[in-house]
């Protein structure tokens, strides 16, 4: 939504009026000491270029998005999510010790690999996501196998 310049008698935003409500209580004014200052007598008869000066002169600075001032459409990074933040060199490091830990073979390993995820070295994954699918699913299998491994060690011991 662009914020456009408004100068019909009236057209004050919320957020104007609000700012100039704030700046009464700070001030301790009652209703009518406000709107004589402003010279109104109401807030919502203002325009929004009147409600700007009575803003400032009342000590309230200006709006960080002033009326007819347009903020800047991408001022900040757009946020990446795990789905479109590309695999990085951790995740393939991870992978691969996982794969090699897991299955002893790293050929064995990318053979699980392109069977479960359709890829054949882990850098195809080519997603945080994806990445993070197969490290979750790789360290569930080892921790199982691990398990499994002290169970028969616990029980051939007995």
Do not use: Y
């Not at 002169?57 to 479109?84: E, I, M, V």
């Amino acid at each position: 939504m662009v914020a456009t310049l408004r100068t019909q008698s009236g057209s004050s935003t919320a957020r104007q009026r609000q700012v100039l409500h704030q700046l009464k209580r700070r001030l301790g004014w009652s209703d009518a000491e406000l709107h004589s200052a402003i010279g109104v007598e109401s807030t919502t008869l203002l325009s929004a270029g009147q409600a700007s000066v009575c803003i400032g002169r009342l000590g309230g600075g200006s709006l960080k998005h002033a009326p007819g001032t347009k903020p800047a459409p991408f001022a900040r990074r757009r946020h990446k999510t795990d789905a479109t933040r590309m695999i990085a060199p951790d995740h393939e490091e991870q992978i691969t010790r996982l794969l090699r830990e897991h299955f002893g073979n790293m050929a064995v390993g990318v053979a699980w690999l392109q069977k479960n995820f359709d890829a054949e070295q882990p850098r195809d994954l080519l997603t945080a996501k994806r990445a993070g699918q197969v490290i979750r699913v790789l360290k569930d299998m080892t921790e199982r196998r691990q398990a499994t491994c002290a169970k028969e060690a616990h029980l051939g011991a007995t």
